[in-house]
Structure formats: C-alpha cells, structure tokens
C-alpha cells in the first residue's frame, strides 16, 4: 500500500532526473497529493459505523469518496508509475553499458499503481454492500486491467465481486488466476507482492474443488 512519505522522495527523484519541464511533475505530485487524502476520509467513516447503524448511508458515502479519489488521482498515479518505469529503464541501460550490476527486486515506482489499484478494490467492496454489482464488477475491472492481472489482491477483488453476484465461472476462473499467480512470485524483478501463506492457498484450492464440482452437477 502506497504511504504519503514516499511522494516528496518520489517527486524529488523525478524532478532531479527528468529532462521534462519541472512544472509538468510538481502538478502531477501536487494533484496525486490531493488525491491520495481522499479515500483516508472514507475508511474513517467505514471504521465508525457499527451494527446499530443503517451501514448503507456509510457505504454510500465511502463510495462517493473512493470515486472522487480515483478520478482524482488515477492519471497523476499511473504517470508517475510511468515516468519512473522510464527513469529505472534509463538507469538499467547505463548500467548494462557499464557492465555494473543493477538490482531486480520489486521497484519503488509500483507504489502509486497499487495505491490506485487498492483504491479500486476499497470501491468495489463498498458498492458490494450497497448490492450496486454492477459497479462492482466495474472496478474490480479496473484493478485487474491496471494490474495486468499480475497483483493478487486485485484478482482476489474479482473473485469475491463473483461470488457475491453469482458467477460461479468468473469465480473459478479467479481462482485459477490467484493460484497462477501464487506460482509465479519467486520471479526475480516482480512489480508487486503476491506472496501469500499455505492455509490461504489450500483454501483457495478447497474452494476451487467444491465449485469445480457444482459446476459439472450443473453441467
């Protein structure tokens, strides 16, 4: 999850780096600074509603600021993703023409796309509880296309918008795509962190089985 101490760092590196005009980056870091304040105000009002409450008004609410958020700060997120993946290439190339030897773990510059893509997961839960599947299903979309299909809790978004719509299919074909995934994260150089634990992993395989065998009863 992308933390607000990371934007001035960020925004000096790309600022000391780029040949671009200076003003370009500080209205990206300003904007994605406003942006990034948003979805704050709504998991407070998530984390003070309680049972004696009506809920739908909270989640109403939390949606109307997850919206704003992600129309907010979608372009500033991805451009400065973009731009850095470009300052990383660069680096890697002078690095290869050096012959010095250049890291591959995850990169610092996947921090605004997964703080984006986290946002689209937070609105879909939200709209989930207020029965807008639809919705839903729309951003848990976006957090899959952002992704690439390649970061575990958007595909995890996807399955659960699934299961609460009734789409058996969708469902397993999340949680193929989860276990895929799972396989794949001693990758060297991964954009993000799929790493999950041996009990989530048999429970997703549990789960797979008994849809698998519901859906051949169907069939």
């Given amino acids: 999850m992308f933390s607000s101490w990371f934007v001035k760092p960020f925004a000096t590196i790309l600022l000391a780096s780029s040949s671009s005009p200076q003003n370009r980056y500080e209205r990206l870091i300003s904007t994605f600074e406003m942006a990034h304040e948003v979805p704050q105000e709504a998991d407070d009002i998530l984390s003070d509603k309680n049972d ?45 023409s050096s012959g010095s030897s250049s890291s591959s773990s995850k990169s610092s510059s996947s921090c605004t796309l997964e703080w984006l893509i986290d ?9 989930m ?12 979309w976006a957090a899959t296309v952002f992704s690439k299909n390649a970061y ?8 659960k918008v699934c299961e609460a719509s009734g789409d058996m299919i969708g469902q397993i074909s999340a949680l193929k795509q989860m276990l895929d995934l799972i396989k794949t994260t001693s990758t060297e150089g ?12 048999d429970a997703m395989l549990t789960k797979l089985q008994i849809l698998e065998t519901k859906l051949m009863k169907k069939s």
Avoid at 129 to 140: L, P, T, Y
Avoid at 152 to 159: D, R, T, Y
């Fill in 129 to 140: 509880e207020i029965n807008d599947m639809d919705g839903a299903r729309g951003e848990a």
């Fill in 190 to 201: 991964e954009s993000f962190d799929n790493k999950v634990n041996a009990d989530e992993k």
């Fill in 152 to 159: 575990f809790p958007a595909i995890q978004c996807m399955e």
């Fill in 119 to 127: 946002l689209y997961c937070k609105s879909a839960s939200a709209k």
């Fill in 52 to 96: 004696n409450n009506d809920k739908t008004k909270f989640y109403q609410d939390a949606v109307q600021l997850y919206e704003e958020a992600i129309m907010l700060g979608r372009k500033p997120a991805v451009a400065l993703y973009e731009l850095e993946q470009e300052q990383q290439d660069d680096n890697k190339d002078e690095s290869d």
